[in-house]
């Protein structure tokens, strides 16, 4: 048998190998078959395009247009250049590395189990976790004064104040060490033709550019422009809401090199209607929000109203924000809005795909915008591998799978802000969170607490919520069961403790029926009446 080196393979023989390979290739890339077609047509020929020399790969790589380059749309490009596709990157702000100032929002975030996944995907984790801060409860400021702690889960359970802007650079840095991907800052996204897979972006040179590409991945945030493109589309379910309250950010500056409050918590200064809370950042610093209805925040005009205003309702919060900065960054910029974003589906064919605030914008009370996002990204992984990277499945396959879920967390954020607001002032509420922690420490598998479900685990948003329905009203029955138990027994004492005298004269009327069946006749004398 001859060696391999000198073994003649017949033109059949070499095609027959080649479209096994590719199937292999196929599978981690994604080529298409007409691809496939072509390039094995190239190669039997020698056409010209490869005989030039040409790197195959180049070819057979999908392109993927990622439009946004924040969180969301950073963390989407490092798993989806994992695949080895061609990813670009089109972000309309400019480098925020190297940007003087950092436009956008900057409400801290709330890192937790479902993000953390996300970013231990691509090797992330570790990196990000070690410059977060562990919050491990609430903790309640009265108006008062007094403060009460309410833990989030176990001892071991916290979430991890982050910092927006330097997660976003992480994660840009992360993208830029993969060779296949090119990140384009100061590009705009002008027109979206998904049917296509062509869209149109304006850099710095003001000049419209056509680009090709095989998916485009909408990552631009709640005011999407990939999705104002699809809202066009037959089918497509859009709906916005805007609530009526506003947030405004203030700080609290570092006290004696240290922190000014008790770090390892999220404070809340909860007020029915409205509250503030404060996050911890590395610099010992704190990162206030206020959130109150835009009727409340147009009647504090003149700094007098905005110090009347803390020292009635936040008096505590005064002295460590201090009162010149409070009256001077009050009005550094009015109270910005808060919008929910529901949409279905979340994919047009096999070309375009919405994920993050694109996809479902939610508000910030349950701390799930962002990880709600990542997940988003860890569930299109998780489906890419799952269907071997054939979008033609994959993205029905997501807008199914996902759009329950996103729509229970926006539903859920909702809720929480109440929660937060006005439901931690009320002692019942403190019980049942003691009952619900009690449960869970004996049935651990069997009764979860909503937060824990949401924040500690990756069981699905839609079906925390059913769960959670369930399990509340085994709480309500097992509590009116021992109220209703307390109840009687309350009574039952009660009566012992009775004096006999009024107790003998309740048994008369039953002693006088007893007496006129023995004797024919009735006698009304009492016990006393001798």
Known sequence: MLPLSSREISPAQTMLLAHKCWALVSIKTGASLCERDRVLHCRSYNCGEHSAGMDSSDIQRKKVAVIGGGLVGSLNACFLAKRNFQVDVY????????????????????????????????????????QGIPMRARMIHSLSGKKTAIPYGTKSQYILSISRENLNKDLLNAVEKYPNVKVHFGHKLLKCSPEGGVITVLGSDKVPKDVTCDLIVGCDGAYSTVRSHLMKKPRFDYSQKYIPHGYMELTIPPKNGGYAMEPNYLHIWPRNTFMMIALPNTNKSFTCTLFMPFEEFEKLLTSRDVLDFFHKYFPDSVPLIGEQALAQDFFLLPAQAMISVKCSSFHFKSHCVLMGDAAHAIVPFFGQGMNAGF????????????????????????????????????????????????????????????????????????????????????????????????????????????????????????????????????????????????????????????
């Open 91 to 130: 972000e309309a702000r400019e480098d925020i590395r190297v940007a003087k100032s950092a436009r956008g929002r900057s409400i801290n975030l709330a890192l937790s189990y479902r993000g953390r996944q996300a970013l231990k995907a691509i090797g992330l984790e570790d990196q990000i976790v070690s």
């Open 375 to 530: 997940e988003d990204c860890l569930v299109f992984d998780e489906l890419m591998d799952k269907f071997h990277n054939d979008l033609s499945m994959c993205l029905p396959e997501f807008s199914r799978f996902r759009i329950p879920d996103d729509h229970a967390i926006s539903d859920l954020s909702m809720y929480n802000y109440i929660e937060m607001r006005s439901h931690v002032n009320s002692p019942l509420f403190i019980f049942q969170k003691n009952i619900e922690r009690f449960l869970h420490a004996i049935m651990p598998s069997t009764f979860i607490p909503l937060y824990t479900m949401v924040t500690f685990s990756r069981i699905r948003y839609h079906e925390a919520v059913l769960r959670w329905h369930r399990q509340r009203k085994v709480i309500n029955k097992g509590v009116f069961f021992f109220g209703t138990l307390i109840a009687i027994s309350s009574a039952y004492l009660l009566i012992r403790s009775m004096s006999l005298r009024p107790l003998d004269y309740l048994r008369r009327p039953w002693d006088w029926v007893t007496n006129f069946h023995n004797t024919g006749y009735v006698s009304l004398q009492t016990p006393w009446s001798h």
